[in-house]
């Protein structure tokens, strides 16, 4: 049966009922409870049938499937930007870019600018123009042309990287797209302006997402898929179909390098009526290295903060597609990135059943919880000393709360059993 997931756009941090017993959390574990990553890799299936069979007094499992790499060790990880390039590099990329995103003999150099005059005067320059809905006249800054500002920039004489390819006007037309690079490790907004086309041209393409126009029509995790499909803009595609194209897209064919080490995974599939009998699909994107995902959130989604007080990281990349054959819209994808291993490979960790056990030994036993999903993925924390990232492996399981409906996140350690969390409404 299909399980539709809501999602909550909300700025509120939420709180949690005091569910979470004092007991011993598993970090006193011992050896008997790791198993190799090859045990748990054979057992996985076996494994999960077992603690759904199992008899948990605040336990009841939901119908999830689990993935789990094929792999003989796992690290724990370092994670930190390209280093930095000369603006002259930057900007022949960003035209590269913008010269391959633009429709044919499109390209012009008169539509890149720099973000934003605001950032460099007391007074910025503004435009006005008048809405086609309410007749208002509306202002809006006017961002510098490069060309005007060229040595400047490449002087470094302004210091805010972002540059900005746009050629929308209010009033969407065929030839419009929208790109912004803030800096040499980013690619954090891509508009090929396709979807926005088919919203009445009613917003520009710098502010848009077709996630906050369109109707929302249905939630799938990736791993819970079946045979489900949609109409698109030119023809019906199934689910499974369009992420294997969007896994492949991100992997080779984004208009600019990447590093092939890290891989892309697609663990939700959000799908919008985008008009009458014609849909779109919304991926949920995250990175992948060595097999195992790193934790996600999608943007927009109010959460509690982690219950350790640490400033833990989450990928937040959502794509949009309109056409089966391309990929219309993205946001929020880091372009480049190193990693580095930290210490000794981990060839042992935490099986499925002692993860399981932990979580359910620390939540309240008078409290009864549904499992969504368990799954092993890379848990990130920014480091106090540098613009660094520190990522480990820990077993992820989403357990919920009818009572006070909230899902509670839950992260255990897959070496030491510790156990953090956070929660987020449902």
């Not at 848009?208 to 698109?232: C, G, H, I, N, R």
């Not at 350790?308 to 990135?337: A, H, L, P, T």
Request: charged share 30%.
């Amino acid at each position: 049966m299909k399980r539709i997931i809501p999602i909550l756009i909300c700025a509120l941090i939420l709180t949690s009922c005091n569910v979470f017993s004092n007991k011993n959390d598993g970090t006193d574990i011992d050896e008997s409870g790791l198993k190799t990553l090859s045990e748990i890799y054979n057992n996985i299936l076996n494994d999960l049938n077992k603690i759904k069979q199992k008899e948990y007094k605040n336990l009841n499992f939901n119908d999830f499937d689990i993935n789990f790499p094929n792999i003989e060790e796992v690290h724990n990880i370092k994670i930190t930007p390209y280093d930095p390039i000369s603006r002259e590099e930057f900007l022949d990329e960003f035209i590269e870019i913008a010269k391959e995103l633009s429709p044919s003999q499109q390209y012009d150099e008169d539509n890149i600018y720099i973000l934003s005059d605001f950032f460099y005067s007391d007074e910025p320059d503004t435009y006005t123009y008048e809405d086609p809905d309410t007749g208002e006249e509306i202002s809006r800054f006017s961002n510098p042309s490069l060309k005007n500002h060229m040595a400047e920039y490449l002087n470094e004489e302004l210091g805010f990287y972002a540059l900005m390819y746009e050629t929308d006007t209010y009033g969407i037309n065929n030839d419009d797209v929208y790109f912004l690079i803030s800096n040499p490790n980013s690619m954090p907004r891509i508009n090929k302006g396709k979807a926005a086309r088919l919203n009445d041209g009613k917003s520009y393409l710098a502010g848009w997402q077709p996630m906050y126009v369109f109707e929302l029509e249905a939630t799938y995790l990736t791993s819970q898929l079946k045979d489900e499909s949609y109409q698109l803009l030119d023809k019906e595609m199934s689910i499974k179909d369009a992420v294997a194209f969007a896994e492949d897209f991100f992997m080779n064919g984004l208009p600019y390098d990447t590093n092939p080490d890290i891989g892309i995974d697609i663990p939700e599939v959000h799908v919008y009526k985008v008009k009458d009998d014609v849909f779109g699909y919304c991926f949920l994107l995250r990175k992948k290295y060595d097999g195992i995902p790193f934790d996600y959130i999608m943007s927009g989604r109010a959460r509690s903060e982690m219950s350790n007080k640490k400033n833990y990281q989450y990928d937040m990349r959502e794509s949009f597609m309109i056409e089966s054959d391309d990929i219309d819209f993205w946001v929020g994808d880091e372009k480049c990135q190193n990693i580095e291993h930290i210490g000794e490979p981990i060839k042992k960790i935490l099986g499925l059943e002692a993860a399981i056990d932990i979580v359910s030994n620390k939540l309240s036993a008078g409290v009864m919880f549904d499992i969504d999903s368990v799954e092993l993925v890379y848990s990130r924390e920014q480091d106090d000393d540098s613009d660094a990232e520190i990522a480990n492996p820990v077993w992820k399981v989403i357990a919920v709360n009818e009572n006070d409906k909230l899902s509670y996140h839950t992260y255990v350690d897959a070496v030491t059993g510790e156990l953090r969390y956070y929660t987020m409404a449902i």
